[in-house]
């Protein structure tokens, strides 16, 4: 047993200094200053009142007086399209739009602005975020190349005081280091919905949500699929340059925090692939088999030692790698942080693996199923 844990641990090193030696790799990516060609940001939005103010002030401040900008309602009962529709009046904004979504749902909404606009390009964020000053120009200068169909930027978690609000943003340095590995080999595997470009063309010839519109959740990833999918692994691409970084409201609960990650884990049962299905429950069962280490405290000295031998390695390059894609980004914690983290992560992991079974979950007050289909070929 102790040589298990030896081997797993070594193995766990080897891989994250590869994704870090992935990380640090400088792109080849060169476009110009300017894309010339029309664009539009796509804003979904439900029950986000609370929020919309921020966001209309930011975009006021970063985008250009003539930038379309368009709000989809997703049948929010909080009074969030009062705020908006008084925000364009007010400001006298004629190039911003209020419309209602035609269905329920992301999907419906985001489907809803990309019928209405006809702009070239398609920009999407959410409601609760906040978008640096170049965002639109950085977003669209890749499209350049006309081999480029979806570009995907870094989103963080963040907002909040004390190890909850740190230990989402040592997580989500982790998601963005994953991130940039698979795309950076060709195979994407995820992206975040708020912060994404792409042609309304390659939107439109990989028709759209067809084939997952009944699944409430993935519309930034079943996208990405298709259009990779439909125009190869070469066609997306991932900027993690910490100008682009787009900021997003971190949970302010646990409870909020698991449901948004079991929202994120019922995806997989309706992805329809070996390799995604396997990556999840290969990471649930490490996480099962990373809190079962505690077994060899009740040993003799030799699995005592190994048992802080495994945890010391993996919190050390944890937090040398993960800490190298924070820095990126102009953060820095202290080890103490990583520890807690290490700690947390596996137990959170296996709670949310196990609620997402299930498919069952809450969101912006309704809630939801999700079904594993087997006939769909559209996903």
């Known amino acids: ?26 792109g080849t990516f060169i476009a110009k200053e300017e894309f010339e060609a029309s664009k ?15 966001l209309l002030v930011n975009l006021l401040h970063i985008a250009p007086c003539s930038q379309e900008v368009i709000f989809i309602d997703d049948s929010s009962t909080d009074g969030s399209s009062a705020i908006v529709s008084d925000f364009i009046r007010k400001e006298n904004l004629n190039h911003w739009v209020l419309l209602q979504s035609a269905g329920l749902g992301k999907k419906a909404a985001l489907t809803t602005g990309v019928q209405y606009t006809q702009a070239e390009v398609i920009l999407t964020t959410d409601a609760d975020c906040s978008l640096p000053p170049d965002w639109v120009r950085r977003m669209t200068r890749a ?38 590995y698979f795309f950076s080999t060709n195979r994407p595997l995820m992206c975040s919905g708020a912060n994404l470009a792409y042609r309304r063309s390659a939107f439109t010839a990989v028709q759209g949500y067809l084939g997952n519109e009944i699944h409430p959740s993935g519309d ?8 990779v999918r439909h125009f190869g692994g070469p066609a997306v691409l991932y900027l993690k340059d910490k100008d682009l970084l787009v900021a997003t409201q971190a949970a302010a609960s646990w409870s909020s925090f698991i449901h948004q990650r079991v929202r994120w884990a019922a995806k997989w049962r309706v992805h ?22 505690v077994q060899l405290l009740f040993g003799s000295m030799i699995p005592k030692l190994v048992f802080f031998f495994f945890w010391s390695v993996k919190i050390l390059i944890e937090r040398k790698v993960l800490g190298d894609v ?11 942080l990583y520890m807690a983290t290490s700690f947390l992560h596996p137990v959170y992991s296996v709670l949310v693996g196990i609620r997402g079974v299930s498919g069952k979950y809450s969101w912006k007050g309704r809630n939801h199923k999700t079904s594993f289909n087997f006939a769909s070929r559209n996903i």
């Open 1 to 26: 047993m102790e040589f298990i844990y030896l081997f797993f641990i070594l193995c766990y090193a080897l891989l994250l200094w590869s994704l870090r030696k992935h990380w640090r790799q400088e």
């Open 40 to 54: 539009t940001i796509l804003v979904p939005f439900r029950n986000e009142a609370e929020h919309l103010p921020r």
């Open 143 to 180: 499209f350049d190349q006309p081999n480029i169909q979806l570009v995907a930027g870094p989103v963080m978690a963040v907002g909040g005081t004390g190890l909850f609000a740190r230990f989402q943003e040592i997580e989500w340095s982790s998601i963005l280091l994953v991130t940039n």
């Open 220 to 227: 930034d990833e079943f996208l990405l699929k298709k259009i």
């Open 272 to 293: 329809r692939s070996v390799f995604h299905a396997s990556s999840a429950i290969l990471a649930f069962l490490l996480a099962i088999f990373e809190i079962a280490s």
């Open 326 to 336: 924070l820095a990126g980004f102009g953060l820095s914690y202290p080890l103490r």
